[in-house]
C-alpha cells in the first residue's frame, strides 16, 4: 500500500480509515450506505453478516486452523441472521462478519466491543483464521473476520448488519508508557480530581458516594426479563431489566458472584483529540472481578469542547469466584492512553449521535432515561 509509508505510528484516524475503505483494504458485502454512524473519531464499527453457527463451546482457531475449520469440528448448528435470531444467555454464537481485511505489511489492528453491546452484558470477541489471540489481527492479514457472541444475561435480538464489535487500525507502536502518562497528564489532564496514581496507566476508581443528586450508585442486572433488540434506541423501560442500587451510609457494595453491575468511575476522563484510550478489563491485584468489556475511548471523549465535560467511565462489572467488597474510592482499572497517526477531523461528541459523551452512570442507548 504506497500511502502506509506516509503514516505515521499510532492509531489510525477516522479518515485514514476511510482511505483503507477507498483503497480496498476493508471488504463489505452489502451496501454501506451513509458511513457515518458507522465511522468512529478512531475505529470503525463491524457489522454482523448473514451466516452464523450455534457452537458447544468457545475456542481459538490456532497457528494451523481456519475459523470455518474450528466450526466443523464443534458440529455446530448453523442458521441464518437475514431475518434476526434470538440469542439467549449461557449460548455461543461464532456469526461471519460482513467485513473482511486485506491489511498491508506492518499495519495491525485490534477490536473491543462496542459500549452498548457490553453495557447489556453481551460478551463479544473478534476472530481471525489462524488467531491464537481474541481480538487481535496480525498485521498484513488477509481474510474474514468472525464475532463469536455470548449473552451473558440478557436475551438479546441480533440481525445483519447489527453492529456489536469496534475495530481500529494501528501503525507501530501506540501505547504510552508511565513516562509519557505523566508527561501527557501534565499537559492535559486526563483525570480529573486529586494527582492520578500512574502505573501501567492511570488509576481509576469507583464512585460509590451517590449520583443524580441521591445515594444512587449503580444498577444490578435482572435475571429472566424479555428481550433486549440491540437495534432499537430509547426503547426499554429500565425498570423490567434493572435494580437500581443505593448505598448509604458505609458507601460499600458487595459484589455477588455471577451477578452483573453498572457502576461508575469517581474521576472524570479526558482524552485529547491526539490520543486515544483503553481501559484494562481485569487486573487481579486490585480484586477477582472485571470492570469493563467495552472499554476503548475515542479521542474527544470528556472534552469541554467537544460537550463532554465531565465525562465519567461506566464499569460493567462481574465478580468472578467470590463476593467481594468494593469501597467509594477504590482504585478498580487502569486508563491506557494510545497515540493517534493524526488526530481526527471530528472528535467524539462534536456531532448529534454520541450516545454517552458527557454521561454520569448510564445505561446503554437501548433504555429510556432511568
Do not use: C
Not at 470528556?302 to 467481594?324: I, K, N, Q
Not at 456531532?351 to 437501548?366: F, I, M, T
Amino acid at each position: 500500500m504506497s500511502q502506509l509509508a506516509a503514516f505515521a505510528p499510532g492509531l489510525l484516524a477516522a479518515q485514514q480509515i476511510q482511505g483503507l475503505l477507498d483503497a480496498g483494504h476493508i471488504g463489505r458485502s452489502f451496501p454501506a450506505g451513509d458511513l457515518a454512524p458507522v465511522l468512529q473519531p478512531a475505529s470503525l464499527d463491524l457489522r454482523l453478516g448473514t451466516r452464523a453457527w450455534r457452537v458447544r463451546a468457545s475456542f481459538l482457531p490456532g497457528r494451523d486452523r481456519s475459523v470455518l475449520e474450528g466450526i466443523a469440528a464443534q458440529a455446530a448448528i448453523a442458521f441464518d441472521l437475514s431475518t434476526g435470531a434470538i440469542l439467549e444467555p449461557g449460548t455461543v454464537t461464532v456469526v461471519e462478519l460482513d467485513d473482511r481485511l486485506r491489511l498491508p505489511a506492518g499495519l495491525g489492528a485490534a477490536a473491543n466491543p462496542k459500549s452498548s453491546t457490553g453495557r447489556i452484558d453481551v460478551f463479544t470477541r473478534v476472530i481471525a483464521d489462524r488467531a491464537r489471540r481474541f481480538d487481535t489481527i496480525e498485521p498484513g492479514y488477509d481474510g474474514p473476520l468472525y464475532a463469536e457472541v455470548s449473552p451473558r444475561t440478557f436475551p438479546v435480538r441480533v440481525r445483519a448488519g447489527s453492529r456489536l464489535a469496534q475495530i481500529r487500525f494501528s501503525a507501530g507502536d501506540t501505547r504510552l508508557d508511565d513516562a509519557g502518562h505523566r508527561a501527557l497528564h501534565a499537559t492535559a489532564p486526563l483525570v480529573g480530581g486529586a494527582e492520578p496514581v500512574i502505573a501501567g496507566g492511570i488509576a481509576v476508581s469507583v464512585d460509590l458516594s451517590g449520583f443524580e443528586h441521591s445515594d444512587l450508585v449503580g444498577y444490578r442486572a435482572k435475571r429472566h426479563t424479555g428481550i433486549i433488540d440491540v437495534d432499537l434506541v430509547g426503547e426499554l423501560d429500565p425498570r423490567d431489566y434493572w435494580e437500581a442500587i443505593h448505598v448509604r451510609d458505609r458507601k460499600e457494595l458487595i459484589l455477588d458472584p455471577g451477578e452483573f453491575y453498572l457502576l461508575a468511575s469517581k474521576e472524570a476522563v479526558r482524552v485529547p483529540p491526539d490520543h486515544a484510550a483503553e481501559m484494562t478489563p481485569f487486573d487481579p491485584l486490585v480484586g477477582e472481578f472485571r470492570v469493563h468489556y467495552a472499554g476503548f475511548f475515542d479521542p474527544g471523549f470528556g472534552l469541554a469542547e467537544a460537550g463532554g465535560a465531565g465525562s465519567r467511565a461506566v464499569l460493567e462489572v462481574r465478580s468472578r469466584d467470590v463476593p467481594f467488597v468494593l469501597e467509594d474510592g477504590q482504585i478498580v482499572g487502569r486508563l491506557v492512553y494510545e497515540r493517534m497517526s493524526e488526530p481526527p477531523r471530528v472528535l467524539y461528541g462534536a456531532v448529534p449521535g454520541s450516545n454517552y459523551q458527557a454521561q454520569g452512570l448510564k445505561l446503554s442507548k437501548h433504555f429510556r432515561k432511568a
